[in-house]
């Protein structure tokens, strides 16, 4: 029998084995001859897989059971990497040891671990890497063809249960895209944000290995983790198992913006909702899993603050049900009462940067009390505008935009009193010095971003909202 030891102990972090069958993906794990780490994918009402999606379902069943293993390798993020279920080229070892290191970032920064030089996934050329699986494996010595999801025009939309995925879904649907909301996890509030899209809805299920939470209980190494990755490449499988041709996120550009810098590497809370990330894995599915797959953020030419206003004029429809307090998504720990806690950074930030853009009784009657008349906030939003303190660990704008939305809200009879705006005004902007505080550049969109030519019209959607 396998005997349960500390896997910060351990010499090497296995990819033991994958599969799927009846709608459920099994992925297998282990620190060196420990026990195994199984997780467990569910798809509800999965149809049968056609044989000419086989290979792309294969394909990204592969690269799933690569990037879920984060949650597993971080509890003791051993010297080596093993894998037993075949062998990755050059292009999937790249994604994966860049998704490792960086997504992780956070996890060694605030564990004073340096990960550097330590994440290498083993490269089909290394030895013992030579297996592959079957629809994996290259003719005369080539690199394996990428599969084809073979469906319809029908896009995933992934909602989280804030506003970023519901300016995502009133733009689809302004252009009549065939969209379905999904998400993964069995969260109340989305599923009700979900059910008020009025889309069609696919909620997946995802179990994660009790031995990880034994790990962290005898003291395992712990904390954040790139989780859009991981979403992304279930989804990826969702694509292809149920009839997708596109997977529609919604990361808009601030996401790409480091967190902090840590002894010269970038540290970054929101990297795997970043444009690297999303570059790198929408290249990846087109050229090892479905070519006429599509991956992209909707929102990737725009800031928060564009986000915000597009929500304002498009988003009443879900101002009594949508949230965007992480405390209503942890696994463990309690929840707040209400959709809003008041007292984290993503309702101080979604409160400042909704606050230009929506009339003050409406903001005040959506969250119940004035976050920006109560002294005792200052400390977070200071972190907000990275005064006295680095921008929250957290997937938040800017500080150069939430200064811009204070700045506006000071110029505005209706909010330039209200005790955090009326510091900001005497105290705070004197010393920016000639720092801009102009909103109106964070309102207009980047050319940079992978949207599709047939998403133009809900580009367009967005802009002009």
């Keep these: 029998m396998n005997v349960l030891q500390d896997p910060r102990q351990a010499t090497a972090f296995r990819f033991v084995r994958c599969g799927y069958a009846d709608g459920v993906a099994k992925l297998v794990y282990a620190f060196d001859d420990g026990p195994e780490l199984i997780e467990r994918i569910r798809f509800p009402d999965a149809p049968a897989l056609p044989e000419s999606r086989k290979p792309a379902f294969d394909a990204a069943l592969h690269l799933l059971h690569f990037i879920a293993g984060i949650s597993y390798y971080k509890a003791g993020v051993p010297d080596r990497i093993e894998i037993e279920t075949g062998a990755l080229d050059e292009a999937g070892a790249e994604l994966l040891d860049a998704l490792y290191l960086h997504g992780l970032a956070e996890f060694a920064y605030r564990n004073k671990l340096d990960l550097r030089g330590r994440i290498a996934f083993p490269r089909r050329s290394q030895p013992g890497s030579e297996i592959l699986p079957p629809s994996s494996r290259p003719g005369n010595g080539r690199d394996p063809e990428p599969g084809t999801a073979k469906s319809p025009r029908r896009v995933l939309v992934p909602v989280g249960g804030g506003k970023d995925s519901l300016v995502v879904v009133e733009a689809l649907k302004r252009i009549g895209v065939n969209a379905t909301a999904t998400w993964v996890g069995a969260s109340p509030l989305i599923a009700a944000v979900a059910e008020r899209t009025d889309l069609p809805t696919l909620n997946i299920g995802r179990e994660l290995s009790s031995v990880l939470f034994d790990y962290n209980r005898m003291g395992a190494w712990n904390g954040h983790i790139p989780v859009t990755a991981i979403n992304s490449a279930i989804l990826a499988c969702a694509a292809i198992l149920y009839g997708f041709d596109a997977i529609a996120f919604a990361n808009e550009r601030s996401a790409s913006a480091a967190t902090l810098e840590y002894e010269g590497q970038p540290v970054n809370h929101q990297w795997s909702k970043g444009w690297v990330f999303e570059r790198m894995f929408a290249a990846y599915l087109r050229s090892h899993v479905a070519a006429d797959l599509d991956f992209f953020s909707l929102l990737r030419p725009f800031s928060e603050l564009a986000v915000t206003r597009a929500f304002a004029k498009t988003g009443a429809a879900y101002f009594d049900v949508f949230s965007s307090c992480n405390r209503n ?110 909103i109106d550049p964070w309102l207009a969109p980047s050319d940079e971003h992978g949207v599709p030519a047939r998403f133009a019209g809900a580009l367009d959607a967005i802009r002009g909202a």
Excluded: M
């Design 329 to 438: 998504f942890r696994i463990l720990g309690p929840k707040p009462a209400d959709r809003w806690c008041g007292h984290c950074p993503k309702c101080h930030f979604v409160f400042l940067a909704l606050a230009p853009f929506l009339p003050k009784p409406r903001l005040l009657a959506i969250f119940g009390n004035n976050l920006l008349d109560d002294e005792s906030q200052a400390p977070g939003f200071d972190a907000l505008i990275e005064y006295h303190d680095h921008k929250p660990f957290e997937c938040v704008g800017e500080a150069a935009e939430a200064r811009a939305a204070f700045a506006a809200l000071a110029t505005r009879p209706e909010w330039r009193e209200d005790a955090l705006v009326a510091r900001f005004r005497e105290e705070i902007a004197p010393r920016l010095g000639t720092t801009s505080l102009a």
